[in-house]
């Protein structure tokens, strides 16, 4: 079997460190197994989400530790598949808007599932509205972060915005005015960037500051929700878990955010263009 190129497609200085030393490395090694055997990534994608879907049964146990323990073990399969669905489309070339609209779905699908489990076994008033405001949490938290992961992968690359496409969807509007609202607050940067002559220098330098705030947000992960779930189901509550949505994870939200346009402002701000000699000739007109 032909050796399949090394996936470039993720930046190691911002990922979560179980995606670095498990999760990751499960997926590069299934990835020339499930490429030989035509399974294509669409596939892996529904697969990954009848693993979710038994996790979350396996949730609606979870008074009783070993089904919890089995839900960690399939939600960890499922983040697995998750990976392996995009490392198939990049390897075959079958990326496509049917495959991320898929990945997307089956992603935030297992997690609506697993909450709705959770609250029903509970099965109060304050369990179901915990668990719906921490799905709102959720649902505004994942779609800045991965906001923020595209804009740092797209800047390291030496790449400015792309210009944003209007859609007449009132879902897509509404995804568009909260996640605009950031695009516009971090416009100059992206401004700057395109102003260079060489932008990798201002791209390299933005990479090495960016990741500190990167890796703190990287705590939005859905690994890191999926290692919480499992432990507030072993401490036997829940809400503990919902509280942990709502309070610590929306707060290293709101971190983050600031940090990098505060990084944003100062890497932008200390960048010195290099002077070409024609630049500095003393005949040169403006």
Same mark, same amino acid.
């Given at each position: 079997m032909t050796?399949?190129?090394? $996936?470039?497609s993720r930046d190691?200085?911002?990922? $979560?460190?179980?995606?670095?030393w498990i999760i990751h490395p499960a997926g590069r090694r299934l990835l020339p197994w499930f490429v030989a055997c035509r399974i294509s990534a669409n596939a892996v994608s529904v697969g990954g989400l009848v693993l979710g879907i038994l996790a979350a049964l396996a949730y609606s146990n979870w008074t009783a530790w070993p089904w919890a323990i089995a839900g960690l073990l399939l939600?960890?399969?499922w983040l697995i598949a998750d990976g392996l669905d995009g490392m198939i489309a990049r390897a075959t070339g079958t990326a496509s808007l049917l495959g991320r609209v898929l990945d997307g779905l089956c992603d935030h699908g297992v997690f609506v599932l697993i909450y709705i489990v959770l609250a029903a076994s509970i099965d109060t008033f304050e369990g179901w509205a915990l668990a719906i405001s921490a799905g709102i949490a959720h649902a505004v938290q994942s779609s800045l972060y991965e906001g923020e992961r595209a804009r740092f992968h797209r800047r390291c690359r030496g790449e400015g915005a792309p210009p944003l496409a209007h859609s007449r969807n009132p879902l897509v509007q509404l995804y568009d005015c909260v996640a605009g609202l950031v695009d516009r607050i971090a416009s100059p /940067? $992206?401004?700057a960037l395109r102003g260079k002559r060489d932008p990798s220098l201002l791209a390299a330098a933005y990479g090495v500051a960016?990741?500190?705030?990167m890796r703190l947000m990287s705590l939005l992960s859905a690994n890191v929700r999926v290692y919480a779930i499992f432990l507030a189901c072993l401490a036997n $509550?829940?809400?503990?878990?919902?509280? /942990?949505e709502l309070v610590p994870l929306t707060a290293i939200l709101l971190i983050g955010l600031a940090w990098h346009r505060v990084i944003e /402002?100062?890497?932008a701000g200390t960048a010195i263009e290099p002077i070409s000699p024609s630049d500095s000739s003393p005949t040169r007109r403006t």
């Open positions: 050796p399949l190129p090394p $996936d470039q190691r200085r911002i990922e $979560d460190p179980t995606n670095l939600s960890i399969a /940067f $992206d401004q960016a990741a500190r705030p $509550d829940p809400r503990l878990f919902w509280w /942990f /402002f100062r890497v």
